[in-house]
T-cell receptor, first 111, second 115 residues
Framework: SQQGEEDPQALSIQEGENATMNCSYK?????LQWYRQNSGRGLVHLIL?????REKHSGRLRVTLDTSKKSSSLLITASRAADTASYFC???????????FGQGTRLTINP | NAGVTQTPKFQVLKTGQSMTLQCAQD?????MSWYRQDPGMGLRLIHY???????DQGEVPNGYNVSRSTTEDFPLRLLSAAPSQTSVYFC??????????????FGPGTRLLVL
């Protein structure tokens, strides 16, 4: 099964509301990254949080990491129509030189 | 900088044909990787390289070969295409997975259809 599993698989909210996506993983990590993918495009890096960090902010994004629960969350505040995309978490496994991606959350922001 | 480029953007193959998907980056990145993306499956790692002359297998390497003769290029070869290889293929690069510079830069993707 996937190292990273995201929840929910799909999320639809009204513009201006906050969106929260969760990612769980199975093994120890060096860091966890979040990416965004607009339809038909390549992925774009949003934010990276290291295993010794608990929270990180970037603009309207807030990421938390709980290594004891092996989970992370991505919060997008004051959502905009342009935030409509798929969001993926990726884990850099300890001792490995590869990133493992989750299945993604498809976010739809309704105007 | 052009970033990460991939060619072709779209390709149709018949079962059994071979082809090479090209990937190049101009950022002097050491680490390059290939993923395939299928509906509901996220991205799965096919092969990766930590530098010129060094490659290794990812989660789904069967049916694919790679080589890394230069820092800039990381081609993916399909030796005998099968319908199960119908997918969107993404190439990505980063400075390294061993340092602080781990952000992956993705190419625009190659959409492959195997009939």
């Amino acid at each position: 099964s996937q190292q990273g599993e995201e929840d929910p698989q799909a999320l639809s909210i009204q513009e201006g509301e906050n969106a929260t996506m969760n990612c769980s993983y199975k093994t120890s990590i060096n860091n966890l990254q979040w990416y965004r993918q607009n339809s038909g495009r390549g992925l774009v890096h949003l934010i990276l949080i290291r295993s010794n960090e608990r929270e990180k902010h970037s603009g309207r994004l807030r990421v938390t990491l709980d290594t004891s629960k092996k989970s992370s969350s991505l919060l997008i505040t004051a959502s905009r129509a342009a935030d409509t995309a798929s969001y993926f978490c990726a884990t850099h496994l300890q001792g490995a030189q590869k990133l493992v991606f989750g299945q993604g959350t498809r976010l739809t922001i309704n105007p | 900088n052009a970033g990460v480029t991939q060619t072709p953007k779209f390709q149709v193959l018949k079962t059994g044909q071979s082809m090479t998907l090209q990937c190049a980056q101009d950022m002097n990145h050491e680490y390059m990787s290939w993923y395939r993306q299928d509906p509901g499956m996220g991205l799965r790692l096919i092969h990766y390289s930590v530098g010129a002359g060094i490659t290794d297998q990812g989660e789904v390497p069967n049916g694919y070969n790679v080589s890394r003769s230069t820092t800039e290029d990381f081609p993916l070869r399909l030796l005998s295409a099968a319908p199960s290889q119908t997918s969107v293929y993404f190439c990505a690069s980063s400075y390294s997975l061993q340092t602080q510079e781990e952000t992956q830069y993705f190419g625009p993707g190659t959409r492959l259809l195997v009939l």
